[in-house]
């Protein structure tokens, strides 16, 4: 008998471990943040006493989803350039209105809008990609969220930083202030190959190594990219990756629509891991990532929403029906990326993406108790078969619940319990009216 600060009643249980991966009417039992005991419902009270029991006898319990691939703050840019190709829409487009809107307080109020949204659909970690990571790691903080922050470098000046190297020298001491934090991490962000020069892809990749990082990096993203650096260099990008020292397990490579098989293969080997965005990458028309290709040849395929700039939301659970979907329609076959791998790419493959699948990403004993709850008693669900399927073909985010990260109830009954709605809402339209009385055509 143990006893245990709170017990979550399941109707399933479903693990994301490859051995017991569905367990009918069991109970989670949480101390400290960490699961502790998973046992039978019928017979708890055998085995765990409890300070609080939780009733989610007609909810499906899972982990929480961890979006690999996110711009929070860009929640706040949602819809202003819709429509465009990926150059246009970033040169003509989202540098200017960064340029002239980024700044710390930008990068909180659309960190914190984008953590809602994110919480709201089930999101219990994301990694990120903008400036002022200071800002969207106390922005995570302060709505109860985990998060993977990004030390951003890219070759030109932003409001964050005039020159790499005081990217890198205020990338590093954000990851200093947050060495300790228990939901806080750091990964090195350079932007791209072709917006990074070699000198600082390099400095990056001994850097990583020295800190325990990974790498969070847009790779093969259009073809156009791949194009223009075979012009300029007579290499792909992910060779010159490979060249630098880049190409190895720290590696979360975003997008990847254009790889060769020779490369499908060599990344695989090289154990880099990719974080899939098929709904971004549909709607900027970047092209289509060879998930099953990449699955096949046993490489970590993980799912990223991108931003709401490109997206327009923060939905993994639709990030996972788009891309078990289009790999069906792709090869012509219904088998490939059943409800199971999706469900995994959107959880415990995230983990191992960013280095924290002994934490994070199943429903295991000792790890964090990051975990949502779907109600299954919307009739648009009725009936069921297998729950695994039901959630990636059929539930939406408004089926989520009840979200806990690391045993923190961070929503309840559909509300995130850390963030007035109202004002975030108040807050949003107003940098809207700002961004659009600036220019009319957003």
Same mark, same amino acid.
């Given at each position: 008998?143990?006893?245990?600060d709170?017990?979550?009643?399941?109707?399933?249980?479903?693990?994301?471990?490859p051995?017991?991966?569905?367990?009918?009417?069991?109970?989670?039992?949480?101390?400290?943040?960490?699961?502790?005991?998973?046992?039978?419902?019928?017979?708890?009270?055998?085995?765990?006493?409890?300070?609080?029991?939780?009733?989610?006898?007609?909810?499906?319990?899972?982990?929480?989803?961890?979006? *690999?691939?996110?711009?929070?703050?860009?929640?706040?840019f949602?819809?202003?350039?819709?429509?465009?190709?990926?150059?246009?829409?970033?040169?003509?487009?989202?540098?200017?209105?960064?340029?002239?809107w980024?700044?710390?307080?930008?990068?909180?109020?659309?960190?914190?809008?984008?953590?809602?949204?994110?919480?709201?659909?089930?999101?219990?970690?994301?990694?990120?990609?903008?400036?002022?990571?200071?800002?969207?790691?106390?922005?995570?903080?302060?709505?109860?969220?985990?998060? %993977?922050?990004?030390?951003?470098v890219?070759?030109f000046?932003?409001?964050?930083?005039?020159?790499?190297?005081?990217?890198?020298?205020?990338?590093?001491?954000?990851h200093?202030?947050?060495?300790?934090?228990?939901?806080?991490?750091?990964?090195?962000?350079?932007?791209?190959?072709?917006?990074?020069?070699?000198?600082?892809?390099?400095?990056?990749? %001994?850097?990583?190594?020295?800190?325990?990082?990974?790498?969070?990096?847009?790779?093969h993203?259009?073809?156009?990219?791949?194009?223009?650096?075979?012009?300029?260099?007579?290499?792909?990008?992910l060779?010159?990756?490979?060249?630098?020292?880049?190409?190895?397990?720290?590696?979360?490579?975003?997008?990847?629509?254009?790889?060769?098989?020779? =490369?499908? #293969?060599? @990344?695989?080997?090289?154990?880099?891991?990719?974080?899939?965005?098929? =709904?971004?990458?549909?709607?900027?028309?970047?092209?289509?990532?060879?998930?099953?290709?990449?699955?096949?040849?046993?490489?970590?395929?993980?799912?990223g *929403?991108?931003g709401s700039?490109?997206?327009?939301?923060?939905?993994?659970?639709?990030e %996972?029906?788009?891309?078990?979907?289009?790999?069906?329609? @792709?090869?012509?076959?219904?088998?490939?990326?059943?409800?199971?791998?999706?469900?995994?790419?959107?959880?415990?493959?995230?983990?191992?993406?960013?280095?924290?699948?002994? =934490?994070?990403?199943?429903?295991?004993?000792?790890?964090?108790a990051?975990?949502?709850?779907?109600?299954?008693?919307?009739?648009?669900?009725?009936?069921?078969?297998?729950?695994?399927?039901?959630?990636?073909?059929?539930?939406?985010?408004?089926?989520?619940?009840?979200?806990?990260?690391?045993?923190?109830?961070?929503?309840?009954?559909?509300?995130? #319990?850390?963030?007035?709605?109202?004002?975030?809402?108040?807050?949003?339209?107003?940098?809207?009216e700002?961004?659009?009385?600036?220019?009319?055509?957003?």
């Amino acid at each position: 008998m143990i006893t245990v600060d709170q017990i979550i009643h399941a109707r399933w249980v479903i693990t994301v471990e490859p051995d017991v991966p569905i367990l009918p009417a069991h109970s989670i039992g949480i101390t400290g943040g960490r699961i502790v005991a998973i046992v039978p419902t019928a017979d708890w009270t055998l085995h765990v006493e409890a300070d609080q029991e939780i009733d989610c006898r007609q909810h499906a319990v899972l982990p929480g989803f961890i979006n *690999t691939h996110a711009h929070a703050a860009m929640s706040l840019f949602r819809g202003m350039a819709d429509d465009l190709p990926l150059m246009q829409w970033l040169e003509q487009k989202i540098w200017p209105a960064e340029a002239r809107w980024v700044e710390a307080g930008f990068v909180r109020d659309g960190t914190r809008l984008a953590a809602y949204e994110m919480l709201r659909g089930g999101t219990t970690c994301f990694n990120d990609m903008y400036m002022f990571p200071d800002e969207a790691a106390a922005a995570a903080t302060e709505i109860g969220i985990r998060a %993977m922050v990004g030390m951003l470098v890219i070759g030109f000046p932003t409001a964050w930083a005039q020159d790499t190297r005081e990217y890198l020298r205020k990338g590093q001491a954000v990851h200093d202030r947050y060495r300790e934090h228990p939901f806080i991490h750091t990964a090195f962000a350079p932007h791209a190959p072709y917006t990074v020069d070699e000198g600082t892809l390099t400095t990056v990749a %001994m850097l990583a190594e020295e800190l325990d990082v990974p790498v969070h990096m847009h790779v093969h993203e259009t073809a156009v990219e791949v194009a223009n650096a075979l012009q300029a260099s007579g290499m792909r990008p992910l060779a010159r990756l490979e060249q630098l020292g880049l190409l190895s397990p720290r590696l979360l490579a975003v997008h990847m629509t254009q790889l060769t098989p020779e =490369e499908i #293969t060599h @990344v695989a080997r090289a154990g880099v891991s990719i974080a899939h965005c098929p =709904e971004s990458n549909l709607k900027l028309g970047s092209g289509i990532m060879p998930l099953t290709a990449l699955l096949a040849a046993g490489a970590n395929c993980a799912l990223g *929403t991108d931003g709401s700039a490109s997206n327009n939301d923060l939905d993994m659970l639709s990030e %996972m029906r788009c891309a078990a979907l289009l790999a069906k329609g @792709v090869s012509g076959d219904a088998s490939v990326v059943p409800a199971a791998t999706a469900l995994q790419m959107a959880t415990l493959n995230g983990a191992r993406a960013l280095g924290l699948e002994q =934490e994070i990403g199943s429903i295991k004993v000792g790890k964090q108790a990051d975990l949502i709850a779907i109600d299954f008693r919307d009739i648009r669900l009725s009936p069921v078969y297998d729950p695994v399927a039901q959630i990636v073909y059929a539930a939406h985010r408004d089926n989520v619940k009840e979200v806990w990260v690391a045993g923190r109830r961070v929503v309840q009954d559909g509300e995130v #319990t850390q963030v007035d709605a109202r004002q975030l809402l108040i807050t949003a339209t107003r940098w809207g009216e700002l961004i659009r009385g600036w220019n009319p055509t957003y």
